[in-house]
């Protein structure tokens, strides 16, 4: 059934078995390596996630398409390659741990583990539906060629969350550690530099991005320059959802998962009800708004979250502007540097 949705049925159904091979695997290595950031060790996680599995995923893929280029032959690759990183993941686990005693668990910890970590699972599952909901929607509205350009363009979008991502992966411990010591002033000042790094860092890829949103589509062929349009409305939601920094990160790492979890689910009806309105009328062009108003309504939501998670305006310290008046600032300053 999933195959058939995705346009082959025959073609498809290897690479979905392959891909069910992969998940848990992938769960598995994320746990092993979120454990070792959280010892405030990135490296393992730049080179088993970042560097060696997309390497080792390249290497299988070579050697496999000797045997068959097919759908399940790259997708099974692509389990083989996390299988790999799985192990190296754990090995990383056991040898940084191995100085550590071992300690029975403190009584409640499970109680508290699960309410901290149930709610993350159905939160994951529906920030990745935030950016596949319309999609769906408009391939019930639009011809199998339109909806390929599209796919192309809220690939291409996603560059430009590339540095949010890294700093997530490097500080979300930082922000776990200063949030548990109740340094809430240390917190807000750490927040506010990010994002201005954050916006610094992605500020030249949005811009090739809105000016040169036609040759870069080109990669994928050219048929895809069509696809212009709906990149550029996609840009404006990544752009708040860049703007406003590591929200989602914060929430997750000061505990309120639960209301991670509803702003995801609140996100997500609201990307498939603005893309049943808009797709049915404007095609892909309303599937791109539906998703461009999404990503900006589910990040100003935990923006305002994590104003009294890290210091509302009220308790803010004297001469610490709002994090959007000294984002500016620095953005600004960057782009004249980078113009002269």
Known sequence: GLARAFGSRVLGKPAFQAAALALPFVALCQVYLGGTRGLKIMRHTLFIYWAGQPVAWIALLVGGWAVAQTVGVTTLAYAGSWILATIAAWFAWRRETARYPATPPPPGELRDLLGYGAPRAPAALLGQLLFWTDYFVASRYVTSQTLGVYAAAVRVSQA??????????????????????????????LYKALTRWIVAGSLPILLTLLVLPGPVLLVFGGSFATGT????????????????????????????????????????????????????????????????ITLA???????????????????????VAPWWRSTWRFATARGRSTCS
Do not use: K
């Open 160 to 189: 430009l969350v590339l540095f949010l991502i890294a700093v997530n992966y490097m500080f979300s411990p930082f922000v776990a550690d200063l949030h548990e010591r109740g340094e809430r002033v240390q917190l807000d000042a």
């Open 229 to 292: 349009t709906a990149l550029r409305i996609l840009l404006v939601g990544q752009t708040v959802n860049v703007a406003t920094g590591s929200v989602g990160f914060i929430l997750i790492m000061v505990g309120r998962t639960g209301w991670d979890l509803m702003v995801y689910l609140g996100s997500f009806l609201l990307d498939f009800a603005l893309a049943v309105l808009l797709a049915s009328h404007l095609g892909t062009t309303g599937a791109a708004i539906a998703q461009a």
């Open 297 to 319: 309504a589910s990040n100003g939501v935990p923006s305002r979250s994590t104003g009294t998670t890290c210091g509302s305006p009220s308790r803010r310290p004297p001469g």
